[in-house]
C-alpha cells in the first residue's frame, strides 16, 4: 500500500543539505514567490552580464549553485556521487541556449556525445539528452514544420541538423545509454518529432535508445501517441517517451491568439493533468513496446503512478519506468522515492555561467507563474528548518 504521506518526509528529502545550503534554498524560493522580484532581477542580470559586470560570483554562489551542478561535467561529479549516494542518479544537462551558428550547434552535438560517453560505464548515469534547438536553429525547425520552402543555406542546415541527430543517437546506440529529447514549443515541434522518430525507428530495434518528449498540456498528444504507436509495431521498433506537462503554455496560448488558429493548450489545468494520467497510463499498459520516463514535480500523479506500479505487479527498480525532478526542485519527491526503491534521477543542468543564465531565467519564471510549487517548496523548508532547530 502507498502512503499518501510519504512526501512530507523533510528529513530523507533534505538530507544531503547542510544548514547554509537549507537556508539558501529557503531565501532562492522566498525570492521567486515574488513575481515582480523576478522581473526586475533577471532584466538586471541580463544587462550586468552583457556589459560585463563583475557579478558571475554572486551569481554562481546563489542561483547556480543551486539549480545548477557547475560549469564542467567534470565540475558536476562530486554530485552525481553525493547522489548516487542516496539512490538518485543523474542525467548530465549541457543547458546553453540561444545559438545561431552552425559551429556552435556542432560544439553542442559534440558535447552530448562527449557526455554520452562519459556516462557509458557510470551506473549513477543511465541517460543522455539534448534540446533540438541546441542542435539548429529555431527559425529552421519552424520552416519544416509549417512545410515551408527552404532556401539553399537552410536546407543545408537542415541536412546538418538531421546528421547531428544521427550522430549523437549512434552514440547513445553504441554505449547502451537512453537518449532524452527535450520537447519545445509547439509551433517547431513537428519537425523535431518527425526527426526524433526516424531516430527511434534506425536506433530503437532492440530496446528504446532514442526517447521523445511528450508535453501533455497539448490535448493531441495522446492520439498522436497511440498512432506513433501503431507505425511502431508495424515497423518493428521499440518507443521512449519522457513525459512532461509543459513549459510554454503562456507563450503558446498568446500565439495562438495573436495568429488566429486553436490553441494547442488544454482548456483547464485539470485537463491538463487528466491528459498526463491517461498518457502514463496507456504507456504503462504498453510497457512491451514502450519505456517511460515520468518527468514530473506533480505529487498526486506521482502517487498515481505508484499505484498503478503496484496494481499491475511491477517491480518498483523495473528499468522501464524512471521517474524524474530537476535538480535544485522538488527534493521531497526525488529523495524519498530513492529510498523507497523506485528509479529515480535528477535532471543536472551545467555549464558556463553566462550561457546558462536563459536557462536559469526561465526556471526562475516558470516558478513564479506555477501555482503552488513554490510555496510547496518554502513549506517544506520551513519544516526542515523547524526539525533540525529541534
Known amino acids: 500500500m502507498i502512503s499518501n504521506s510519504l512526501f512530507d518526509n523533510t528529513e530523507t528529502a533534505f538530507r544531503l543539505k547542510s544548514d547554509s545550503e537549507l537556508e539558501r534554498a529557503y531565501f532562492l524560493f522566498k525570492m521567486i514567490s515574488k513575481e515582480p522580484l523576478v522581473r526586475i532581477g533577471t532584466a538586471v542580470t541580463k544587462f550586468a552580464l552583457n556589459v560585463n559586470l563583475p557579478v558571475e560570483g554572486l551569481i554562481r554562489s546563489t542561483v547556480f549553485d543551486h ?3 557547475g560549469v564542467s561535467e567534470t565540475d558536476c561529479m562530486s554530485t552525481v556521487d553525493r547522489l548516487s549516494d542516496v539512490g538518485v ?4 544537462d549541457y543547458s546553453v541556449e540561444g545559438k545561431e551558428e552552425d559551429a556552435q550547434f556542432d560544439a553542442t552535438a559534440a558535447k552530448v556525445n562527449e557526455l554520452t560517453r562519459f556516462a557509458q560505464n557510470k551506473k549513477a548515469m ?3 539528452v539534448f534540446k533540438p534547438t541546441g542542435f539548429g536553429r529555431f527559425d529552421v525547425f519552424k520552416k519544416v514544420t509549417k512545410k515551408q520552402a527552404l532556401n539553399e543555406t537552410e536546407k543545408l542546415q537542415w541536412l546538418n541538423i538531421e546528421a547531428r541527430y544521427d550522430r549523437v543517437s549512434q552514440t547513445a546506440h553504441e554505449c547502451g545509454i537512453s537518449l532524452l529529447i527535450d520537447a519545445e514549443e509547439y509551433w517547431m515541434q513537428d519537425a523535431a518529432d518527425e526527426l526524433c522518430e526516424r531516430m527511434m525507428e534506425k536506433y530503437n530495434k532492440e530496446r528504446p535508445i532514442v526517447f521523445n518528449t511528450l508535453q501533455c498540456y497539448r490535448w493531441d498528444r495522446l492520439d498522436y501517441l497511440k498512432k506513433l504507436h501503431k507505425r511502431a509495431q508495424l515497423k518493428g521498433y521499440k518507443l521512449g517517451f519522457k513525459i512532461v506537462r509543459g513549459a510554454y503554455l503562456e507563450k503558446e496560448n498568446e500565439r495562438a491568439l495573436d495568429n488566429g488558429y486553436k490553441s494547442p493548450i488544454c482548456v483547464s489545468k485539470k485537463a491538463t493533468d487528466d491528459n498526463f494520467n491517461e498518457i502514463m497510463k496507456y504507456i504503462m499498459d504498453n510497457l512491451s513496446d514502450i519505456e517511460l520516463y515520468i518527468g514530473t514535480h506533480n505529487e498526486l500523479s506521482t502517487y498515481l503512478a505508484m499505484e498503478m506500479m503496484e496494481e499491475k505487479g511491477i517491480s ?4 522501464r519506468i524512471w521517474f524524474g525532478q530537476l535538480y535544485g526542485m522538488s527534493d521531497h519527491i526525488t529523495f524519498n522515492l530513492g529510498a523507497e526503491g523506485y528509479n529515480v534521477s ?3 543542468p551545467f555549464g558556463p555561467v553566462k550561457d546558462v543564465m536563459p536557462y536559469l531565467i526561465r526556471r526562475a519564471e516558470e516558478n ?7 510555496s510547496r517548496e518554502l513549506t517544506l523548508l520551513k519544516k526542515e528548518r523547524a526539525r533540525r532547530k529541534l
Request: aromatic share 12%; with cysteine; charged share 15%.
Open 89 to 92: 542518479c543523474s542525467i548530465l
Open 368 to 374: 513564479t507563474s506555477v501555482a503552488g510549487q513554490t
Open 316 to 319: 518498483r527498480s523495473d528499468e
Open 67 to 69: 539549480f545548477c551542478g
Open 126 to 128: 543511465p541517460f543522455s
Open 346 to 348: 535528477k535532471y543536472i
